[in-house]
């Protein structure tokens, strides 16, 4: 056995391998979660200080590539990759060559030859990204929400989130991912077209939590078979035994009005009302991926309620983005660098992901 | 970083085996009392002075010399510690990952910054961490405290105090644990 070789396979065993896109939570397994979270906690540090900002991906580019709406997404996405020092490009449809008919293959093809070294997509399409992914020579890619499919960065700072507060509450710090070993999370709102759901069952099942979904009917997906989650049939009793509420919005823009008769009455039903706080569990933590609606899926008061941690959703969802670029784009070299193996030899590096 | 850490970590990976001992634990203690005595004679006492251990091998011994300061002068001076990961340049030329926290309890603005690590090398920690420094503010000074100076610089940075200096080959490893130093070689698994 070479130098080279010997390097190569433990290099493998050494730490989970992350990459070369970030698709769906399954790309990561639970060792891959809990190295973004492990390394993002790295990257919280970084922001905690005077200046945020390190020099990690200098030279290096990033586009975010939107499809639909959305401001904190890529924002944060944006803030991440500028506090790496990656150069960041902003593409939004509105304003591009897609209006005049160009097909998602030419305009990542066109995007991919001005040597972009990270694309963020999203798409109102699921699966987009991963079509885009094999289009990708040499880009990484990373899915910022794809139709009803998934949002996986999403659901990895939702589990930073709910560690980050755990370890705060029993005076420790942040480490590993015992703490949602049977943690009881209870999934509640419109499931049925909500990406952040099924990368947060993916995600919270992989790190050993129990999954419950509360919705109307109309409101859970049409089959839930192969699903690691159990179903709520007493909204009231799901709530008291929830260690963890992930509350989703109802989603208007993807029709989900037609699914309900009135918003009053999703609200009396399924929104989460003082009364039912009130039920809540000693210490359990609300989760909501924003935007809010206040009056609908939360009432404004709950809103601001210390059990509410949206904020610190969004305050971490740039550690956890920045976690997550550094290891897609930080472990291949700059185009026709060369480095030396363990045994001296000199081996070209970054030349793809195959 | 520890030698030892690295060694262990890819892409080198493969087990240290040591051919001699260097210094013993005992040799490790009266030298770092020795460095504690010259950082405390040189900065004219400890008012500004802050310890700065880099993660990993530099954090224990930092935190040794704290504790000699803290015997001799009766002051106890600020400790802390810093992974360099992110300011590396070798990204991407090997796997670089953040290996342990990075705590800086103080404002260094106008301190006297004493950067301690294990093994001085090539000189590339150093200056990952000269640069992480620069972004917690404008430190007097910045000095550096090493174990031991192995030599083979790539950059041009000296330490101010030295435990022992060692002249080694290249390929040769150099090793700090709690029983001592020792010089050895990396080999397959």
Known sequence: MTAGSAAAALTAEARPSIGPHLLSIDDLGRDGIAEVLRVAEAFAEVERRAIPKVPTLRGRVVATLFFEESTRTRLSFETAAKRLSSDVLSFSVSNSSVKKGESLRDTVETIEAMGIDGLIVRHPSSGAPHQVARWAERAHVINAGDGWHEHPTQALLDCFTVRQVLAERAGTEPAGTDCFEGLRVLILGDIRHSRVARSEILAYHALGARVTLAAPGSLLPPSLEGWPVTVATDLDAALAGADVVSLLRLQAERGSGAFVPSLREYTANWGLTRRRVELLAEGAIVTHPGPMVRGVEISGDVADLPVTVATRQVTNGVAVRMAVLFLLLGTDGPAGAVGRDAGGVEVPIGAGHG | MAERERSHSRPLGGVFVPHSQ???????????????????????????????????????????????????????????????????????????????????????????????????????????????????????????????????????IRPDYVGKNLPTRREEMVDVSDEGVSIGSLVDR
Do not use: C, K
């Open chain 2, 22 to 156: 260097i210094l013993s634990a005992a040799d490790v203690q009266r030298a770092l009392t020795r460095m504690a005595h010259e950082v405390a004679e040189r900065n004219g006492g400890l008012d500004e002075v802050v310890l700065v251990g880099l993660q990993t091998g530099g954090v224990p011994l930092a935190q040794r010399m704290a504790a000699v300061l803290n015997e001799v002068e009766g002051e106890s001076v600020p400790v802390g510690t810093l992974d360099v990961a992110f300011y590396r340049d070798d990204i991407g030329l090997r796997p670089v990952l953040p290996e342990a926290t990075t705590d800086i309890p103080v404002d260094l603005t106008g301190r006297d910054v004493v950067l301690v690590d294990d093994v001085l090398f090539t000189g590339r920690t150093v200056r990952a961490a000269l640069n992480a420094l620069s972004d917690y503010g404008r430190a007097r000074s910045v000095q550096l405290a090493v174990m031991v100076d192995r030599g083979h610089r790539e950059l041009p």
